[in-house]
């Protein structure tokens, strides 16, 4: 179709009333129009083998703490994905920003040093890669960071490197967005309570606008060994948190009924040029 013909995207979101004291309001849902020309889509760690058939075998550890290949898969692959094609089908840029190994003494830094006692992983060990240039970062045969087929970059995706929490520290995310001219970002991934945590403040420190599709993500550690949920889970609870101090929510059915209409408009539009088109011609040949 070329240009996107609709400029805006309808999209229902939700914000937390954490007011008055002692005694808040709660969640308020509104309508927005997201500018389609100023908006991005942006997965934070979203990876991972074992989502389809295609894959090799998933590597042994999760990429979540608390979660099993399975459930994560539910996740990637029941919500991300969809909502992920919905983005595509309304043109929004896609960017991928995702954990890497770089080769600057990272054995030696105080983030490594804390990801090894939390974890016991060896960062650069499981974030090595076998297609990247080995002089720049670690290289390896770790199936840690690979991509399902299902889930994977396309040619005319961008894709980011990141070392720490935040996909904005010491990356081009920034100056990506800035080129593509973005004031809304639309995010998915992982974790909830780490990465894209740390990814979403701070880009509303950067001031773009952010949206997060909820039911695309998951926390990181979800209950401490013993503990018992109550009525929230963690990632419900900063689901909350981030609605309260970051940005607003919405599902990924309401994302994808959205881009839904936005593409149903664009060919009622498309339809009815032809039509025009098509009219002058018959009345000359009467």
Known sequence: MGETLVSSLRLKVRHYRAYPQNGFLGHESEEVQIDIARAAFVLVDVYGLGFSAEDEVADPLPALLSWTVEQERDVTVGKIRPALEAARSVRLPIIYACNSAPRIALAQSEFAKQIKRSSNMAFEEICSEDTIDPR???????????????????????????????????????????????????????????????????????????????????????????????????????????????????????????????????????????????????????
């Not at 209950?223 to 609870?237: A, D, K, V």
Request: aromatic residues 10%.
């Open 136 to 286: 720049e970062y670690h290289y390896g045969s770790s199936r840690f960071l690979k991509h399902s087929k299902i889930i994977e970059p396309q040619a005319t995706d961008y894709y980011v490197r990141k070392l720490y929490y935040s996909a904005f520290k010491d990356t081009r995310l920034d100056a990506l967005l800035r080129n593509l001219g973005t004031k809304t970002i639309v995010f998915v991934g992982y974790a909830m309570d780490v990465c894209l945590h740390c990814t979403m403040i701070d880009a509303l420190s950067l001031n773009y606008e952010v949206l997060f599709l909820r039911d695309c993500t998951l926390s990181d550690v979800e209950t401490l060994p013993g503990e018992t949920t109550g009525s929230y889970g963690f990632t419900e609870r900063i689901v909350v948190w981030t609605e309260i101090n970051v940005g607003r929510s919405a599902t990924s059915e309401e994302f994808i009924r959205a881009c839904q209409a936005v593409v149903s408009a664009e060919e009622q539009v498309e339809s009815a040029s032809l039509t025009s088109v098509r009219e002058p011609a018959r009345e000359g040949k009467r």
